[in-house]
């Protein structure tokens, strides 16, 4: 692959006011009892041989450090290149659809600079999907563009997912929110450094703005393409989205073409001892984290590392969090419990297919 810098941005809100986000920023989520999201686009550049790689940090950037440290989990731990935590500006990051915020980018512009790789890859840390960006820089290659983005027919709406109005392949104008049918983009772009640089320089006078809200001005004479994504691929910006997602990934196929041999999704290391399924335990289509310990019913749930769940107690279609304890005769149903939270025994904690019920960490 032709040499290239990545950049992930993780310092924008959402526009959902949902209890799930507060605290920690989007891409800090925990995911499938082992991951977190960012792990995907840190992951999907790690892949493709990148090895500079910039992250934009927001101001609640705590958990963030603290799962990826030095970076040493994907490699990122080096001499020549590696991992670069970068600051996010403080203001300006509410508006829904920002995620490539000028400002932050010109703030950061030394990172460009520094660097002599010829492409700059950029992703966000809210989509869940496995990305060959090797492909993906190749498919800009091809076709001559400016700038490539990879984008996916929209299965649903969202009000938080960029829009973009294509024909023939070009981008030719871009709005916020999808409809089911239009064609969304994933958050992930190629763009020559030297581009990218003086773009930066053209838009300094509205860095209030997103880089590709200030570049649709230019689409008549900047050749934006777009480059299709045909896996599995899963915005997530607010609770409803993060729980389906989740409980998607039960299907095994599904999973599989999330997490391919050839393109694993790292995380950072847990040493942890495996689950242990106790005596009368009954556990079925879930996904079951090393440290747990079964000793109830446990039907279609995601379970993060060090979940117990008590004899008599039972969780269906749910999300627990690390350090979740589900005492005895405790039922959950349609529900995410976040970290470190013990349910009483004999507690009911139900939502609905239409409202998933929520309990905050701690």
């Keep these: ?41 840190l992951s ?15 101001v609640n950037y705590r958990s963030l450090v603290d799962h990826l440290g030095s970076g040493k989990d994907w490699d990122l731990d080096r001499k020549n290149g590696g991992l670069f935590i970068m600051p996010g500006t403080a203001f300006g990051t509410s508006r829904t659809g920002a995620r490539f915020l000028i400002r932050d980018l010109v703030q ?11 492409y700059v890859v950029l992703a966000s840390g809210n989509f869940v999907a496995n ?60 763009i020559e450094r030297e581009l990218l640089l003086e773009r930066l320089d053209a838009y300094a006078a ?47 196929d599904v999973l599989s073409e999330l997490t391919p041999e050839d393109r694993p999704i790292k995380t950072k290391a847990h040493d942890n001892p495996p689950a242990k399924y106790e005596p009368g335990a009954k556990v079925s289509n879930s996904l079951v984290s090393s440290g747990d310990r079964i000793y109830g019913a446990v039907d279609g749930c995601v379970l993060g590392r060090d979940v117990i769940v008590e004899a008599g107690a039972s969780v269906r279609n749910a999300i627990l969090m690390q350090g979740v304890v589900v005492k005895t005769g405790a039922k959950i149903e349609n529900a995410i419990i976040d970290k470190n939270n ?20 701690n």
Excluded: W
């Design 108 to 118: 950061n512009r030394e990172f460009f600079v520094k660097n002599h790789e010829r």
């Design 206 to 252: 509205i860095d209030h703005l997103d880089f590709f809200e200030a570049l649709s001005a230019d689409f008549d004479h900047c050749l934006v393409m777009t480059a299709d994504f045909d896996g599995y691929a899963a915005p997530i910006f607010d609770k409803a989205s993060y729980f389906a997602s989740n409980i998607d990934l039960l299907d095994l």
């Design 1 to 41: 692959m032709p040499k290239a810098i990545g950049l992930i941005t993780t310092n924008y809100s959402t526009a959902a006011k949902d209890d799930v986000f507060s605290g920690r920023p989007v891409a800090s989520m925990p995911y499938l009892g082992r991951y977190r999201l960012v792990d995907f686009a």
């Design 131 to 190: 990305v060959d960006v090797k492909k993906l820089v190749a498919a800009h290659q091809a076709s001559g563009a400016a700038v490539t983005v990879l984008t996916k027919t929209a299965r649903k709406a969202d009000l938080d997912v960029v829009r973009f109005d294509v024909e023939d392949g070009r981008v030719k104008g871009m709005g916020q929110g999808v409809e089911f049918g239009d064609t969304a983009f994933l958050d992930y772009a190629v």
């Design 342 to 361: 013990v349910v009483p025994a004999g507690t009911e904690l139900r939502g609905t297919d239409g409202d998933i019920l929520y309990l905050k960490k």
């Design 44 to 58: 999907n550049m790690v892949n493709a041989g990148i090895r500079n790689v910039g992250m934009i940090f927001p």
